[in-house]
């Protein structure tokens, strides 16, 4: 089933990129149902805490009735960012399926490994990392062309 839930957040990470946001994507699944789809809304809304993550998490405890996502999974096309790593570990969700990994800046998997939390979720590697890192590459490279037209 993760390879269906990541599909699921790949195609926010494309809705995203259209909206002209990073293309970050996020799905949460508890037993097996989605309970939160979104993506990157940051641009948008002018505001720095409305990554892919935060968003679904606000969505999850809605629609959970509780902020405790135990028996969660998130899947996201992004590494989370400390920010997000931050509210998952404070939600308790149980499991995070990332896409591409950060490597500009200490990220989820890092943060993990080099702190002692009070939670501690499951992480693992979608096999569609490549692709959901050609997605972000692809985002900023168009990114940068604009600015360089902009520019000259």
């Not at 002209?20 to 979104?38: C, L, Q």
């Not at 800046?105 to 490549?130: C, G, I």
Request: aromatic share 8%; glycine share 4%.
């Amino acid at each position: 089933m993760d390879d269906f839930f990541m599909q699921l957040a790949m195609e926010e990470a494309r809705l995203a990129a259209l909206e002209d946001e990073i293309p970050v994507g996020a799905v949460i699944v508890y037993r097996g149902e989605v309970i939160a789809k979104t993506h990157n809304r940051k641009e948008h809304l002018e505001n720095a805490t409305k990554h892919a993550e935060i968003e679904a998490i606000d969505m999850a405890t809605k629609a959970k009735g509780n902020w405790y996502l135990d028996e969660c999974t998130l899947y996201v096309t992004m590494e989370p960012c400390m920010m997000c790593t931050g509210a998952i570990v404070l939600s308790r969700i149980d499991r995070v399926v990332i896409g591409a990994l950060e490597k500009r800046w200490p990220a989820m998997t890092t943060l993990l490994e080099q702190h002692q939390f009070n939670h501690h979720p499951d992480v693992d590697l979608s096999r569609y990392s490549k692709e959901c890192s050609r997605m972000l590459s692809e985002y900023f490279r168009k990114k940068r062309q604009e600015r360089l037209l902009k520019d000259n």
